[in-house]
Each structure stands twice: as structure tokens, then as C-alpha cells.
């Protein structure tokens, strides 16, 4: 598979992406923060310095002195000299005294004492009797006013009390509390931004480097390899939860999109996350060759994977293979006879035997039709006298004699759930009787086959010189062989296996001339 480039920080990565999304959001908040806030602040700092004039203005009107001196006009000054030093001692712009015609009694401005107050704002509290905060300006400019009334000691209103705020020193105050909140939002606008090159950092880890789109191709790159195959893929969490698998396996095991575990009989070795090579195991009543293997990541298992092949394509595989083997086998026996027989020709044509070589031209090198009849009168499954016929030509090139028991028979079309294992079973042990045969004197080779009773039994017996007892059960085992050959050491291992799942057995005994081996496979199949 092609690798994947990996995209580079100025190429459009997720890093940048994020980054720029973090910025741009951080940015968009700030900006639109900052136009709300100044309105929001402003309505905020207006109202709570008008509240504070307000409160002012309303304590300095209940004060007796100063209800006394209004009521008086202040003849001698004194209000103005009381209102001056209290002004010091707070924060207000100025303090304003009037009496009931708005004229004024104190002013910041000794110049406009007995002048009437500007703004225009002062009906309320004159005429009503409201306490309440204004905005107007004066003569000092724009203000945020606390206005109230002062009452006399007959309860009428004599007066007035303005305490005000300038508007540009409450916008200085605004600016200054602004410029605190953006010093804040600048603050975490940086610290986004270095969280979001963290946070991609991390997310780049968690995704081993790739970035999205790389991903998404590896992912249907993925998708595509998984369902070329020809094996059942699984893959599981450490809970034994199925997490993929192909549609291969979804054909073999009959799951669907909604199917949250493996086939029990492979579920309970998916769960003990070992490895394991060229497992056989039993689901949904067939075996299947299995291959697990566990998914680590940073040193600590994650889950594991499956490939499964049905048992019977594999060893239909191994089977073709091997035939395969034995057919290029023959083929160069048969070039080096035909090269003898070719050498012997020209020898009697030089030495003038025309009449000898002749004769061996002609001469029949076929084995005997009639027995291949034999074979189909007696044998009346086609695919057991397939077998039988085959194997015949196949020792009789080995210079091996095939013999059919006179006393077999087949009547009847065997089940093909049975019929279908035969080639394995019948096909391995022929070849081994025929091998044996072949190293002995007599080379002959007796077949026997019946159907009578509840099983078909097979008997095939070789003039060899036997199977040595201490090696009966060790033959059966996967890759065990006497023959010194590479590949071999599987077709008992598969003769075995199949006759098991069959329901049946082989034994090997001693024979009339070497080794005879009884299959046994009930008619009925595999009970499941």
C-alpha cells in the first residue's frame, strides 16, 4: 500500500485549522463583546453614579442646617462655606443649592451664586417633590445629576439639591474599566491559542499523525483491501465486542450491522488475547482454520483480530497443490521412460533388429480397459469410482497393481456432505498404501468399499512392510513424515481431522501382506 504523506504545518493541517478556528473565535468573541460592552458599561457606570449622586443630594437635603439656611436665603454665606467643604471631602463635581425658584444658593463658581440653574431639569423635585437622577448640562458641561427636593419645617418644598458627576469623568472611568476587561480578554485570547496548539498536538497523537482527509482515504483504502480478501476478518475490543469485520465474515458467520459480538465458538478465544497460528475451530458447525493476533498500541493490547478460512477450501487447496506436485512428478518419469524407450528404439534400428523394434513400437503400455468396467459395475458412486479409476492409473504408472475386493460394493449414490470429504480422506491414504506398495516385492495394492449397514467402510491394504506400533498416534500429527519431503506430513493430519468432523474413525492393523487401514463414516453425516 502507498504510504500516506504527511501534511506539513503550512500545508492546511489540522494543527493550523485549529488554530485559526480557536483565533477567529476568540477574535469574533472579543469584537463582539467589546461593542456590547461599552453600551453595557456605560448604562451601568451612568446608573450607579446617578444612584450615588442621588443618595447624596438626598442626605445633604434632610440635614437641618441646611433646610434652615435655605429657608433663610443664606443672608451671610454660610451654606456655601458648609457646601464647599463638603464637597472636598467627596468625590462629586460640584453641589448645587437652590431654593424654590431655582436660584441658586452655592456653586463650585462663586461668579453664578444668585443666577438661576441651568438644565432645566429641577420641575420634579420643585413641584413634586420627587427625589431622582437626571442627565443635562450645565454650566460646567454635560453631568449625571442626583436631584432633591428640600422640604421646610412646614413641610412646604423651599429648595433644591443637585450633586453632579461630569459626563468625561465618567467616561474616563468607563475607558479605564474597559481597558481592564481587554486586558483579560487579551489574556485568553493568547491562552486559547496555545490551548488549541496543545489540544491539536494531542488529537494528532490520538489519530498516529494523519490528519483528517488522510484518514478518510485510509479508511476506504481500508474498506476495500478487507473486502478483496477472501478470509473472514474480525476485529474486537479487550471486552470481546466486534468492532470490523468484512463481508466475507459476514457471510460466513451470518452477522449483520447490528450484530455486537463474534460467533461464540470464536468469540472465547478472540478473549484471551494470545496469538495464535492455524487454529481449528468449530463455528456454527464447521471448522474453520484461524490465525488470531492481538492490536497493541503503546506497548498495552487494545483488541484483536481474526482471519478465518473454511477448512475444506483449505484443504482443497493443499489437496490441488499436491496433485499438482504428483502430476509434474509423473510427467518427468514419464520424459525420462519415454526418453529409455526412444534410446532402446534407436538402438535395435542400428544394430539392424527392425523386427525388435518394431515390435516395441507397438507394443500396449495402457493398463487393462476391463478393469476400469469392473470398477464401474461394481461402484455405483461416481465419485468414490472416480477415485478408485484415478488411483488405478496412478499406480499403474508407479508400477503398482490396484486390486478391487471382489466382494465390494456400493448400491447407491453416497450424501454429498460425505461424498465431497471422500477425495481427502480416500485420496491420502491410496497415496500412502500406493508409496508403500511401491518399495515392496508383490507392489499390489486391494481396495475394499461397501455400503451394507449403518456405515461406509473402506479398507485399503498395501504389501508394504507395515507401520511400526510406536508410531500410531504420532502419524496423525500435523507435519509429521517419514518420507523426508518438503510439504509433506499433512495428509493423515487432514484425514483425521475430516473423518472427526464426520463422526467417523480410521484404524490402521496389520493385513495379509502390510498395512490395512478401516475408514469408517456413518451414512447420516455430521450429527450436529
Not at 265 to 285: A, F, R, S
Amino acid at each position: 500500500m502507498q504510504n500516506v504523506k504527511k501534511t506539513s504545518f503550512l500545508h492546511e493541517g489540522l494543527l493550523l485549522k485549529i488554530l485559526i478556528f480557536s483565533t477567529m473565535l476568540v477574535l469574533a468573541t472579543l469584537f463582539t463583546f467589546t461593542l456590547f460592552l461599552g453600551h453595557i458599561l456605560k448604562e451601568l457606570m451612568e446608573e450607579q453614579i446617578g444612584q450615588r449622586a442621588l443618595a447624596i443630594s438626598k442626605t445633604i437635603s434632610l440635614i437641618p442646617e441646611v433646610i434652615e439656611l435655605v429657608e433663610q436665603k443664606d443672608p451671610d454665606g454660610k451654606l456655601s462655606l458648609m457646601i464647599t467643604s463638603l464637597q472636598k471631602s467627596i468625590d462629586a463635581r460640584f453641589i448645587v443649592i437652590g431654593d424654590q425658584d431655582s436660584i441658586r444658593l452655592t456653586h463650585p463658581n462663586q461668579d453664578l451664586i444668585g443666577e438661576r440653574m441651568m438644565g432645566d431639569d429641577n420641575d420634579k423635585a420643585l413641584k413634586e417633590g420627587l427625589y431622582y437622577t437626571s442627565k443635562a448640562t450645565g454650566t460646567l458641561g454635560p453631568s449625571i445629576r442626583g436631584k432633591s427636593p428640600i422640604f421646610g419645617k412646614n413641610g412646604d418644598i423651599v429648595g433644591i439639591v443637585s450633586v453632579g458627576y461630569l459626563e468625561e469623568n465618567v467616561r474616563k472611568i468607563i475607558t479605564e474599566r474597559h481597558q481592564q476587561f481587554l486586558i483579560y480578554f487579551y489574556g485568553a485570547m493568547i491562552l486559547t491559542v496555545i490551548m488549541a496548539f496543545i489540544l491539536s498536538q494531542k488529537i494528532k497523537s490520538s489519530l498516529l499523525g494523519y490528519e483528517p482527509q488522510e484518514i478518510s482515504r485510509l479508511f476506504l483504502e481500508k474498506e476495500a483491501i478487507l473486502n478483496a480478501v477472501k478470509e473472514a476478518i474480525i476485529a474486537t475490543n479487550t471486552e470481546g465486542e466486534m468492532t470490523l469485520c468484512n463481508e466475507v465474515a459476514k457471510s460466513y458467520f451470518f452477522l449483520s450491522e447490528t450484530t455486537k459480538h463474534p460467533p461464540l465458538g470464536l468469540e472465547k478465544y478472540l478473549l484471551t488475547c494470545k496469538e495464535m497460528k492455524d487454529v481449528t475451530i468449530e463455528i456454527h458447525g464447521e471448522d474453520y482454520i484461524c490465525n488470531l493476533s492481538p492490536i497493541s498500541h503503546e506497548g498495552k493490547t487494545i483488541g484483536m483480530v481474526a482471519s478465518c478460512r473454511k477448512k475444506d477450501e483449505i484443504d482443497a487447496l493443499v489437496w490441488e497443490l499436491t496433485r499438482v506436485k504428483q502430476y509434474s512428478e509423473r510427467l518427468r518419469e514419464k520424459k525420462h521412460e519415454f526418453s529409455n524407450l526412444l534410446h532402446l528404439i534407436s538402438g535395435y534400428i542400428q544394430i539392424g533388429e527392425y523386427d525388435k523394434a518394431i515390435a516395441l513400437i507397438s507394443e500396449d503400455h495402457l493398463p487393462d480397459e476391463k478393469i476400469i468396467e469392473q470398477f464401474q459395475s461394481v461402484i455405483h458412486d461416481p465419485i468414490v469410482a472416480s477415485i478408485f479409476i484415478g488411483k488405478y492409473y496412478f499406480a499403474f504408472e508407479k508400477g503398482v497393481k490396484v486390486i478391487l475386493d471382489e466382494n465390494s460394493s456400493i448400491q447407491q449414490s453416497i450424501d454429498p456432505s460425505i461424498s465431497k470429504h471422500l477425495l481427502t480422506i480416500l485420496g491420502n491414504i491410496i497415496n500412502n498404501a500406493i508409496d508403500a506398495a511401491k518399495l515392496s516385492e508383490k507392489k499390489e495394492v486391494i481396495l475394499f468399499a461397501t455400503d451394507i449397514g449403518n456405515d461406509l467402510i473402506f479398507e485399503i491394504e498395501d504389501s508394504g512392510e507395515g507401520i511400526d506400533s510406536t508410531m500410531n498416534e504420532k502419524i496423525f500429527d500435523k507435519g509429521f513424515t517419514t518420507k523426508g519431503e518438503l510439504h509433506s506430513g499433512y495428509g493423515l493430519f487432514f484425514v483425521k481431522s475430516t473423518l472427526e468432523w464426520l463422526g467417523g474413525f480410521i484404524s490402521f492393523g496389520k493385513g495379509n501382506y502390510g498395512t490395512i487401514a478401516s475408514i469408517h463414516i456413518p451414512k447420516g453425516g455430521r450429527n450436529d
